[in-house]
């Protein structure tokens, strides 16, 4: 006489999803719902636009607009490209993997304001860069690269510390998508001959689609929220929409006019996370 296994509950699943569901809604969906309310009344508690005309009447709040989106659009190509060749350098056949996949990992342990510290001991006048460039002969002089009179100048290393620092992160998302590529297209890609520029076009890079849509998803979610690598670099002169929301909040003591900001990223957030979708569209199998 066999005994038959109890069936799981029906409402089981939906017990286990409670409790992150509590969590995203008292840390998530609360704090979000009470931040709306403060970018849309005034310090005196009246609803109105009040906070938002503020924002946009601000000199710098244009200025930190316009940087956010050139970091942006300069740092997502450039890790993009630099997170698939890390990547192809893991999953490859290339002896000492297992040393690059440490190499290329290790910027994770560092925290933002560390990264931001750190290169700013590369850059400052008398630092790492200077020293070495001096040293080959290549510079007669120190370089100021921090030159906040250049604003492109200080937006490049700003560039270079943050693609340091959170490139990691896209080749963690990208390894895992490469090693679920069935290998049946890899060598009959090898059997036809295909050439790596026709591999990696023609067979990983449409398999690795839906991989490079969430790893982009997360890296322009990641890039509106920026601060403390700006201002370990740039300091006060450069200005971005996660500086000025930081400056609304402590300088100003305006919760509103930091709400209003939050707003503003989170706005912006979304239709850049929809231009990314609508450029990486998902593909359908023949037949659906």
Known sequence: MSVSSPRPSAALPYLLL?????????????????????????TTGEWGLTSLSAMVSDDRFWPAVWTTLILLVVLLPIQLALALAMSMIITGRLRGRGFWLYVFLLPLGVSELGAGILWYS????????????????????????????????????????EAWR????????????????????????????????????????????????????????LAFEVFATVIALGGTATD?????????????????LASAYGLVILVVSLVAVGLVLAALPARRERGE
Do not use: C
Request: hydrophobic residues 50%; aromatic residues 10%; charged residues 15%.
């Open 122 to 161: 590369i850059f400052v006048e008398q630092g790492w860069l200077n020293t070495v460039l001096q040293g080959v002969g290549l510079i007669d002089r120190p370089v100021i690269w921090l030159d906040y009179r250049e604003p492109w100048r200080v937006i490049g290393t700003i560039v270079v510390a």
């Open 240 to 256: 971005t929409l996660a500086t000025q929301a930081n400056r609304a909040y402590t300088e100003f003591q305006d919760a509103h």
């Open 18 to 42: 409670l409790p992150s569901v509590a969590y995203l809604v008292i840390f998530f969906a609360s704090p979000m719902v009470q931040a709306f309310g403060l970018a849309f009344t005034s």
């Open 166 to 221: 959170s490139t990691s992160l896209l080749v963690i998302i990208l390894v895992g998508g490469l090693r679920q590529i069935p290998k049946d297209y890899l060598e009959a890609a090898d059997v036809f001959h295909a050439g790596p520029w026709q591999r990696m076009r023609h067979v990983v890079l449409p398999l690795l689609r839906p991989t490079i849509r969430t790893a982009m998803i997360v890296r322009v979610v």
